[in-house]
T-cell receptor, first 114, second 114 residues
Framework: QQQVKQSPQSLIVQKGGISIINCAYE??????FPWYQQFPGKGPALLIA?????SEKKEGRFTISFNKSAKQFSLHIMDSQPGDSATYFC?????????????FGKGTKLSVIP | NAGVTQTPKFRILKIGQSMTLQCAQD?????MYWYRQDPGMGLKLIYY???????DKGEVPNGYNVSRSTTEDFPLRLELAAPSQTSVYFC?????????????FGPGTRLTVL
């Protein structure tokens, strides 16, 4: 049973446009939601993360929007650039100190075309 | 700091062979993890360790074994390799667990079992 559903599977955006990736979760006990960025041939790297006590978090061109009642969260990339072309994974975890497992979505391959 | 390093980068195994995937980190992190990444499937946790001498199973542990004799090293052992173990394997580490613990990933090992 997939606990974090991510869409779309792939996304093509023009340079300067807005990229939007959506995730939905099932386990209401999750309280940490990171996004990871992965370039080809590399390991994933933490991009931005949010806790459910805030509805939005912004870091530069990257924004997470969080809707606790709908159990959904999304990543918005403003002014998308060709260098943003990568695979993006949302994830969720229990937030306690005894929690070790990140549950990942299946990933979204973003291509930003000039 | 080199961060998280993994060897080898690529490996082809025959069915029934065994091998050890090496992982080392130089950040003095207590927590270490092994994930596998299958195309279009996100990352799934195989095993994790909360410190030297302490390991536990993740979501998909069958067919794998781990050990953690030092803080720095966390090797993953495949016994009797099967085609279903064809995947990209990522090792990760974190200083803390849960939402306080950003996971840092290595570059991965691409394994093919024929």
């Amino acid at each position: 049973q997939q606990q974090v559903k991510q869409s779309p599977q792939s996304l093509i955006v023009q340079k300067g446009g807005i990229s939007i990736i959506n995730c939905a979760y099932e386990n209401t006990a999750f309280d940490y939601f990171p996004w990871y960025q992965q370039f080809p041939g590399k390991g994933p790297a933490l991009l931005i993360a949010i806790r459910p006590d805030v509805s939005e978090k912004k870091e530069g061109r990257f924004t997470i929007s969080f809707n606790k009642s709908a159990k959904q969260f999304s990543l918005h990339i403003m002014d998308s650039q060709p260098g943003d072309s990568a695979t993006y994974f949302c994830a969720a975890a229990l937030g306690g100190a005894g929690s070790y497992q990140l549950t990942f979505g299946k990933g979204t391959k973003l291509s930003v075309i000039p | 700091n080199a961060g998280v390093t993994q060897t080898p980068k690529f490996r082809i195994l025959k069915i029934g062979q065994s091998m050890t995937l090496q992982c080392a980190q130089d950040m003095n992190h207590n927590y270490m993890y092994w994930y596998r990444q299958d195309p279009g499937m996100g990352l799934k946790l195989i095993y994790y360790s909360v410190g030297a001498g302490i390991t536990d199973k993740g979501e998909v542990p069958n067919g794998y074994n781990v050990s953690r004799s030092t803080t720095e090293d966390f090797p993953l052992r495949l016994e009797l390799a099967a085609p279903s173990q064809t995947s990209v394997y990522f090792c990760a580490s974190s200083r803390l667990a849960g939402r306080a613990g950003e996971q840092f990933f290595g570059p991965g090992t691409r394994l093919t079992v024929l």
